[in-house]
Each structure stands twice: as structure tokens, then as C-alpha cells.
């Protein structure tokens, strides 16, 4: 099963065992919509319940956290859930751009260069808030990173998203006019 990361505990708050968690969803009320969480690695769900909201986050209960301490010892747990869960992109989005998908359907993907030559497969989105970029590995297993524009590759890869929904390619962009980022 495919999970993505949807938020991550805080911390403790109160003194009842009661969890903080910080929503990585957009918006951030939807991180209520998705169940069963997981950690990261688990089989099984990680029980929580909503309790309310503050504005730093989502107040949830945990069987897990009988008290404060406890709380403060998931600080760092990633909430992760199923992929199939998330609400379609279609669905979602109707009025925004036809071209929206999530990051993690790039993964596994292709990535070229705009003349077609494949560079690498991507294994990883990232965005640390200074700009989203990929994560490569060649097909000799050299990692990479490039960065990642809604331009060009948006128009390209949403359309082959909808129509296929599995192998399409990302083209990108080369940072400088060699190849010489590769070696």
C-alpha cells in the first residue's frame, strides 16, 4: 500500500495526554478527511481521534498517550495514510488548474531532457518551501536533483497523468547547457 506523509505530532498538549499535530495538507483542515494514519512504517493504524483545533494545529486523542509525557514522547510521529484516500485531483480541483496531481504521482516517473533523451527515474518530490525539486537516480544509479517548474512539465505531465494515470514522463529543464550535472 502506497502512504503519503499528511502531518506530523508536535508535541504534547495539556496535561491529559493530548497531541498537537501540524497538518502538511492544503488546506489544512483536510488532513481531517483522510483515515485510517499510520507511522511511518507501521502495518497497523495509529489511533487518533479529533478533538479540536488551535492555531498552531489539530488537537487529537490517543489511546497511545495516557498523559503529558507520553504525548511528548510521539513529538516528531509522522502521520502518513493510504494513497487512495486523498480526495481526486478532478474532484478537488474543478475550478482550479486542469493540470493538478500530487507530488507523489511523479514518482516512478521518467525524467528527460527536452530533446527526449531519459536522464534518470524520479524517486522523490521535494519542497522545503524555497522550491520544489526532484530527485533522480540515473539508470547507473548516480542521484541527482533538479529543480522543478510548473512551466513546461505541468502542461506535459498533467495531460498524460489523466489519460493514464501510470508510466508517462516529466521533462525538464537542464540547469546549465551541458549534460555535465550528471557526472
Known amino acids: 500500500m502506497k502512504k503519503l506523509c499528511v502531518g506530523r505530532i508536535l508535541g504534547a498538549h495539556g496535561v491529559r495526554g493530548d497531541v498537537l499535530v501540524q497538518s502538511y495538507t492544503d488546506p489544512a483542515k483536510n488532513l481531517l478527511d483522510y483515515a485510517p494514519y499510520y507511522a511511518r512504517d507501521a502495518d497497523e493504524p495509529f489511533a487518533l481521534s479529533h478533538k479540536g483545533s488551535t492555531a498552531k494545529g489539530f488537537i487529537f486523542t490517543t489511546p497511545l498517550a495516557a498523559d503529558r509525557d507520553a504525548a511528548a514522547a510521539l513529538r516528531g510521529t ?14 478537488q480541483d474543478q475550478d482550479q488548474d486542469t493540470d493538478s496531481f500530487y507530488y507523489s504521482d511523479l514518482e516512478g516517473l521518467e525524467l528527460r531532457t527536452p530533446q527526449g533523451d531519459v536522464v534518470g527515474t524520479c524517486v522523490a518530490v521535494h519542497d522545503h518551501g524555497a522550491g520544489v525539486y526532484l530527485e533522480g537516480v540515473t539508470p547507473d544509479n548516480k542521484a541527482f536533483t533538479v529543480p522543478f517548474t510548473p512551466i513546461t512539465p505541468l502542461a506535459c505531465l498533467g ?6 494515470r501510470t508510466q508517462c514522463l516529466v521533462i525538464i529543464r537542464l540547469t546549465s547547457p551541458s549534460s555535465s550535472w550528471l557526472s
Do not use: G, T
Open 78 to 91: 509522522e502521520l502518513w495514510v493510504p494513497r487512495s484516500v486523498l480526495h481526486p485531483m478532478d474532484a
Open 159 to 164: 495531460h498524460r497523468l489523466k489519460e493514464k
